[in-house]
């Protein structure tokens, strides 16, 4: 069994910042490539920022400059740095992750989060 726990959401002010962490744990050999998606109402759900286990990373264009992804390989953790938050930033924030597990077999699947609720708004 794995698990991606989020945490860090809530509600702030056009301009200001947040940061989203999420952390896997379970039965867990490598935790490889870890990604962010958001999905806002009525909206698809697409894709934020992606970063690989050696540390590349990837971001949507709409977040280039104000959103910084990183991780904490020894913690299985997976960070967004929000920064001049926008009111169309608001949007459910899930996590996503290539986990490869441990037993009984080492394979590797995709898990997400359960998400966490973004609102940006005065």
């Known amino acids: 069994q794995v698990q991606l726990v989020e945490s860090g959401g809530g509600l702030v002010q056009p301009g200001g910042s947040l940061t989203l962490s999420c952390a896997a744990s379970g039965n867990i050999f490598s935790v490889d490539a870890m990604a962010w998606y958001r999905q806002a109402p009525g909206k698809q759900r697409e894709l934020v920022a992606s970063?690989?286990?050696?540390?590349?990373?990837n971001y949507a264009d709409s977040v280039k400059g104000r959103f910084a992804i990183s991780r904490e390989n020894g913690k299985n953790t997976v960070y967004l740095q929000m920064a001049s938050l926008k009111p169309e930033d608001t949007a459910v924030y899930y996590c996503?992750?290539?986990?490869?597990?441990?037993?009984?077999?080492?394979?590797?699947?995709?898990?997400w989060g359960q998400g966490t609720q973004v609102t940006v708004s005065s």
């Open positions: 970063i690989t286990s050696t540390g590349n990373t």
């Open positions: 996503n992750a290539d986990i490869t597990v441990a037993t009984p077999f080492r394979i590797q699947y995709n898990y």
